[in-house]
């Protein structure tokens, strides 16, 4: 059950971060709107972020935390320890170097990314300017996932769990600031906000730092070498290079093709936003929690506890993200207008936002299992077979983002990277069976049928639900539609939580009380 404990934690961080992240786009949304200035932030957000997902996150963290953790296991923590310099110091310098290349080359960078935006040279150099303040932001998350791995080696979780929240925390008290300090011009707002993300960049860095220092690990780092372990992570780490390097075509090219119509990027920018709202704190918890799990446990020859543990995850990301996916198709205009639909966001970009939104979340199980299914290769040391499916699944969205933007604008964006989800999801879940890494458990099947008609029903009754508050979910008070809302998702919730007890494809309430006390020690 520590899989669970530890998912917890994980999760309960996250949503504070993805709530606190909904306060801080409800801000910017009522500042920038959907906007040309909008439009450039988004961009120049994205950007550091993109790389982060392909260095950090990707290749780094797939290929890391095996190697890591068995330098650990199988050498010692002195081992160990000389291994993390040596890969963070070779890190860091590469690091340093893409910073400089990027930082002469944005117009390029920008070009490739949104050349639609040539059209507005104002735009354009306005793009440019943000990325070069925002790209340091890469630095110093690269840096917070080499030590969030170490950490979580250690199955230290909550300190790399919470330091996202830093970023949100700080991105809100520069949007007060704002705010506050009268500020209207939106070139200037962007420029500030875009401070604010290298600013919370150190802030997230420095509570892992915090916490490594707390463990007592000492991370030194020499001179850069190319050593047998930074020989080893490469080796392992292309792949995953090259795979996730695929994945981001998906939102690169999804950028590209929205730099044609006006607003489309702030328009998928919100919609992502949301649905990743339950993607975040179910996909990233099971896919921080579970690498290190099934490593330690295919190391000791656990193989009958290595299938519990794949299957257990399998559930509990049903569990979780069919309700959600649901509820994000059935009432995706009532969340946007209540959360978004205020100030410079007018009801044009709450209608865009809405259909994108909805298109997303078709592809909300699909997105989470491919955070059940990849560690199941990685902690094999297999980072080639993602690369290959991730290889297919991008150039499905290639294709039908070209096919299905001229119908359907941005919100074929949306779709095209739903397909392209699933299309990943079923190959790494088909591949990791028939080659006898994964034996789906019969009960485990049953009860995610169960869980699907449970939340067949619970749409069926939130669709209801919103009619029948239509009045106030679309009134003029900001309490009266929040409240409304938090009525409709208290509603939803219930009902599917019943249901799932009754027919027992869930036993919500034991979970409920063993998490409680897990965390009360009882």
């Known amino acids: ?75 010692g923590e002195t081992r160990a320890r000389q291994v993390a310099g040596e890969i963070a110091s070779g890190m860091l310098f590469v690091l340093l170097i893409l910073l400089a290349i990027a930082e002469m080359a944005m117009p390029a960078v920008v070009w490739v990314l949104a050349p639609g935006f040539l059209e507005d040279p104002a735009k354009f150099d306005l793009t440019v300017l943000m990325s070069r303040i925002t790209f340091p932001y890469l630095v110093f998350m690269s840096m917070l996932a080499l030590i969030a791995g170490i950490l979580n080696t250690y199955h230290r979780f909550a300190a790399a769990a919470f330091a996202p929240v830093m970023l949100n925390v700080v991105m809100i008290a520069v949007l007060a600031g704002i705010v506050l300090s009268g500020v209207i011009e939106e070139r200037q707002i962007g420029l500030i906000l875009c401070l604010g993300v290298s600013v919370a960049g150190v802030a997230q860095l420095a509570v892992v730092l915090w916490d490594m220092k707390r463990l007592g690990f000492r991370l030194t780092l020499p001179r850069p070498r190319l050593t047998p372990a930074v020989r080893r992570l490469v080796t392992l780490g292309v792949p995953g290079l090259i795979a996730g390097g695929i994945t981001q075509i998906n939102i690169v090219v999804g950028q590209v093709i929205a730099s044609a119509q006006a607003s489309a990027n702030a328009l998928l920018y919100y919609a992502d936003r949301l649905y990743q709202l339950p993607l975040g704190v179910i996909g990233i918890a099971i896919g921080v929690v579970l690498l290190p799990s099934l490593t330690r446990q295919l190391r000791a020859g656990e193989d009958a506890q290595f299938q519990k543990t794949l299957n257990g995850a399998m559930e509990l990301s049903f569990a979780l993200t069919l309700p959600a996916s649901v509820a994000l198709v059935v009432i995706p205009d009532e969340i946007v207008s209540v959360l978004f639909g205020r100030g410079a966001f007018d009801a044009a970009a709450v209608s865009g936002t809405a259909a994108a939104l909805a298109a997303f979340s078709f592809g909300l199980p699909a997105y989470v299992l491919n955070k059940v299914f990849s560690p199941g290769y990685f902690a094999r040391e297999d980072t080639k077979t993602p690369m290959w499916f991730a290889g297919l699944s991008a150039l499905m969205n290639v294709v039908l983002s070209l096919l299905l933007f001229p119908v359907l ?79 409709l998702v208290a509603g939803g919730v219930t009902v599917f939580a019943g249901l799932a007890q009754v027919t027992g494809a869930a036993d919500l309430i034991g979970l409920a009380r063993m998490i409680r006390r897990r965390k009360t020690g009882a």
Do not use: Q, Y
């Open 409 to 487: 604008a941005h919100v074929g964006i949306a779709l095209a990277t739903t397909v392209a989800g699933w299309v990943n999801a079923l190959a790494l879940g088909v591949v990791l069976w028939r080659r006898g890494h994964f034996e789906p458990d019969l009960v485990v099947l049953r009860k995610i049928g169960l869980l699907a008609v449970a939340s067949a029903v619970m749409g069926v009754c939130v669709h209801l639900g919103a009619e029948a508050l239509a009045g106030a979910l679309g009134g003029p008070s900001l309490g009266i539609r929040v409240a409304a809302l938090g009525v």
């Open 1 to 75: 059950m520590s899989l669970i404990r530890n998912f917890a934690t994980v999760g309960a961080a996250t949503l504070a971060s993805r709530i606190l992240g909904f306060v801080r786009d409800a801000m910017l949304a009522a500042v920038l709107g959907a906007g040309p200035v909008a439009d450039a932030f988004v961009v120049a957000f994205r950007l550091p972020n993109l790389f982060r997902r392909l260095f950090a996150e990707g290749a780094f963290n797939s290929a890391f935390v095996p190697l890591f953790g068995r330098a650990l296991e199988e050498e």
